[in-house]
């Protein structure tokens, strides 16, 4: 069936609902002889007399009336079907590549995206944890979680969490056998669990300030691991001290399983920023992942 013919079908079915050329042809935009000459056109195609003309009124003929009963249900499903896909995309959907550190994969984007993707079951949030300096854009990545001093200047970026202090603590069944450090140089006679970083394949340093005074110490000790929640278990454990975030070893050191030492030198960092490419228009679905995230002064208080 040639593609005009749907038109005519819709031109027809209007015209014999409304049983007037008139009211149908302002209801489809058209003028009433432009109406009068497709319905014509249609039935010379189809060899048939759909409608009856009087001079007050237009009503389908007994083939018309078929036509309007088969052809009827069938376009108001169409149209149905069509009006369900417009909603569908007024909803955000879609998939968000998100590249980010451990720590704010655990801390951060899990608690708050586990709250709000509930509400949006087509959107789907991938979450590679790496600890390099990933280049979103050529990874195609559609954002990335970094501290706020690691964001690069041609990047729009979002506050997600409050400054970041940092924590040494060590076990009490380690410091039985080890004193407690009172500065950072006295961390070379102690063993520490390191951090590879992949940007450079380095061992992280543990940066120190106090009174202005700033200090990064190269530590050493027999376990290195590439992400923190190793460290965590292996400070847990006894194996030396750790230079965790101070979030993610609170709950030890309340319940006394860990200990706080060189507390007035450890730093605090500016806190993560979800960051994303200027060029880039931001998707619907990304738009309600940076809404969710985003910090609010509340958050500490929840």
């Not at 569908?88 to 586990?114: C, M, Q, Y």
Request: proline residues 6%; aromatic residues 8%.
């Amino acid at each position: 069936m040639p593609r005009e013919t749907f038109s005519d079908l819709l031109a027809f079915l209007a015209v014999a609902r409304e049983g007037s050329f008139t009211r149908a042809a302002a209801q489809l935009g058209v003028s009433q002889s432009a109406l009068s000459h497709t319905i014509r056109a249609l039935e010379t195609r189809l060899g048939l007399r759909l409608l009856s003309r009087t001079t007050r009124s237009v009503s389908p003929t007994e083939a018309g009336e078929r036509l309007l009963r088969t052809i009827g249900p069938r376009f108001e499903e169409i149209e149905v079907e069509l009006a369900a896909l417009s909603e569908f995309r007024d909803k955000p959907a879609g998939t968000v590549r998100i590249t980010t550190a451990e720590h704010a994969a655990n801390s951060v984007l899990w608690p708050k995206l586990a709250k709000v993707l509930p509400n949006y079951p087509d959107i789907k949030v991938e979450i590679s944890v790496d600890y390099g300096l990933t280049d979103i854009v050529a990874q195609r990545f559609d954002a990335g979680v970094r501290l706020g001093d690691q964001v690069e200047k041609d990047m729009i970026a979002v506050r997600i969490a409050p400054d970041m202090r940092m924590a040494v603590v060590g076990a009490p069944a380690y410091f039985a056998k080890r004193p407690r450090p009172q500065k950072p140089q006295d961390l070379a006679a102690h063993d520490c669990i390191n951090l590879r970083l992949p940007t450079h394949g380095s061992l992280m340093a543990w940066e120190f300030e106090r009174k202005g005074q700033e200090l990064k110490a190269r530590v050493e000790g027999q376990w290195v691991f590439n992400s923190s929640s190793p460290m965590l278990r292996a400070v847990l454990a006894g194996f030396g001290l750790a230079y965790l975030p101070d979030d993610m070893v609170q709950r030890h050191v309340r319940e006394g399983h860990l200990e706080r030492v060189l507390e007035s030198w450890c730093s605090t960092f500016p806190g993560y920023h979800l960051y994303y490419p200027t060029r880039r228009q931001s998707s619907r679905a990304l738009s309600v992942v940076i809404d969710a995230l985003r910090y609010r002064k509340r958050d500490e208080d929840s």
